[in-house]
């Protein structure tokens, strides 16, 4: 049965032509082989356009891709990936180390470096976070806050897009509808027709200047919705750094990935 059920799976996630199989292949180590052991980090991206393997790296999900074509044979993507190990093990090694919500972390928050700093009594009735100077103070009865520190800077995070975008859309002369935050992982943000903005609550990590380019380059969607010329005017008019915001988000983006718990 088992082998049955596996190509048929196999084949639907290749339909999804150059995306990721999802986790059944990983758990059941790939059609049999053990890439796991190569790197936990490793995954296969079967691809339609691509004429022969290949290995990116994926530093926003801390991943490196083994891009093979759509017929490839998977124990000739074992040995390519095999020989290739140390390659990917360093890449892995030198991306930005993973910063995790816990005691002693600095954080960048709102375009100060903050550090966290927990206080634990198991007397308390509730985790009370505050946002200093230079700290964020958790008082917790929770062994483990990091949840609890997750949902403070969402919400953070909510608040304060939702102010900046409320100030540009007012400036643009336009509506907006509704702010939300989400944890995504692959845009800064969108905006619809019907003039609702997302943020990924990420953000929160980003320069000033950057955080502030991402929340005129969604709010100058309810002007153009396209990246025309005119967009980026509007754009351009609407941010405090046009150029700086821009360029540290398009090089340095991926590193606000690294701060919380380690994406699966
Ligand atoms: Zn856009």
């Given amino acids: 049965m ?6 048929l799976n196999a084949e639907r996630a290749r339909a999804r032509s ?3 199989l999802f986790s ?29 393997m290949a290995l990116r790296l994926d530093p926003r999900n801390r991943l490196v891709h083994l ?11 074992y040995l390519f990936a095999e020989q290739n190990k140390e390659w990917i093990r360093e890449k892995l090694r030198d991306l930005p180390r993973q910063v995790p919500f816990r005691d002693g972390e600095i954080l960048p928050i709102l375009g100060k470096d903050r ?41 953070l995070a909510r608040e304060k897009l939702t102010e900046l975008a409320l100030e540009k859309a007012s400036l643009m002369r336009r509506r907006l509808e509704d702010v939300q935050v989400k944890d995504t992982r692959s ?3 969108s905006c619809t027709e019907d003039a609702r903005i997302s943020f990924s609550w990420r953000l929160i990590f980003a320069p000033s200047k950057s955080f502030d380019y ?3 380059h969604e709010c100058a969607h309810l002007v153009h919705m396209d990246h025309s010329e005119n967009f980026w005017k509007v754009c351009e008019r609407a941010c405090r750094d046009f150029e700086e915001g821009k360029d540290w988000m398009h090089k340095n983006g991926h590193s606000l990935m690294r701060f919380g718990a380690l994406p699966s």
């Fill in 115 to 155: 550090r966290i700093v927990v206080l634990y009594n198991p007397a308390l009735k509730v985790t009370d976070i505050q946002l200093k100077k230079d700290e964020l103070l958790v008082l917790t009865n929770k062994p483990d806050p990091s949840a609890r520190i997750k949902r403070f800077l969402m919400e």
């Fill in 18 to 20: 150059g995306q990721n």
């Fill in 187 to 189: 845009r800064w943000g």
């Fill in 2 to 7: 088992k082998r049955r059920v596996k190509p």
């Fill in 67 to 77: 891009v093979v074509p759509k017929r490839a044979n998977m124990r000739t993507a």
């Fill in 24 to 52: 059944f292949e990983q758990e059941n180590g790939w059609f049999g082989m053990p890439f796991a052991e190569i790197s936990p980090r490793l995954k296969l991206s079967v691809s339609d356009r691509a004429k022969r």
């Fill in 214 to 216: 991402v929340v005129a």
